[in-house]
């Protein structure tokens, strides 16, 4: 009897613990990600809040802004996503050296644009737009306005995310509107076109070049 007995509490204990075993490695449930509209507000005011309370940043100091927005915003962004849509149908032709050019350079473009619009905010509050999307859906657009005391018209900065479990918020932007331009299709159009007259090598040296010249400018008015 007593043998039975330690047998079946030896039994116990063994599926207990091939139970605590087996939960030890399930995966732990995965937290909801943080509503869009809500990830794009917060980010917005962090990155006003740190403009306002900067000098140099209120008084449009590009090299500063191109920081802050590299710093706060560009890690939202998915960013191998919205280069191989801005480049179109030649990304499937660029080899894996020149993609990596590609995002490096088209980073580049992206975060002057969003720190010009940017250098505009003196003064400006952010609010986001009604949602127009199912609360379960998986790819949204977040519309968002900067209203100031001296813009006559609110600056127009909306963006479309896709849910993204590996995102610190859940969530990852692939497009940006800057006053009325989508930033990707406004940038397909003229990458076809050199991609068509010179090639994937030909709208890199486009891009550098640009970049390059864009950044003199901008250094010789400081």
């Keep these: 009897m007593q043998g039975s007995v330690s047998h079946r509490l030896s039994l116990r204990r063994a599926l207990a613990g ?5 939960l030890a490695w ?13 990830m794009v507000l917060s980010m917005s005011n962090e990155v006003l809040n740190t403009i306002q309370a900067d000098p140099a940043l209120m ?7 191109m920081n802050l927005v590299d710093a706060k915003i560009m890690p939202l962004i998915n960013f191998p996503r919205m280069t191989a849509s ?18 490096d350079e088209f980073k580049i473009l992206l975060v002057r644009t969003y720190a010009g619009a940017l250098a505009q905010v003196q003064g400006m509050k952010v609010s986001t737009k009604p949602m127009r999307a199912p609360t379960d859906a998986k ?3 977040v519309r968002t306005e900067l209203r100031g005391p001296a813009a006559a018209e609110p600056l127009q900065l909306d963006y479309r995310l896709e849910q993204a479990p590996n995102s610190p918020k859940g969530w ?4 940006v509107n800057v006053m009325g331009v989508w930033l990707v299709e ?5 990458f076809a076109q050199e991609v068509n007259a010179r090639g994937i090598d030909g709208l890199i040296a486009t891009l550098t070049e640009r970049n390059k010249a864009t950044a003199q400018a901008a250094a010789a008015k400081n």
């Design 86 to 103: 801005a480049v179109g149908p030649g990304w499937r032709q660029a080899t894996p050296e020149q993609r990596q050019r590609l995002q």
């Design 139 to 141: 790819d949204v657009v």
């Design 186 to 190: 406004t940038y397909r159009s003229q």
């Design 172 to 175: 990852r932007i692939y497009n």
């Design 59 to 65: 008084a449009g100091d590009m090299p500063r802004l």
């Design 26 to 38: 399930m995966p732990a449930a995965q937290a909801q990600p943080t509503p869009a509209d809500e």
């Design 18 to 22: 091939g139970l605590l075993a087996l």
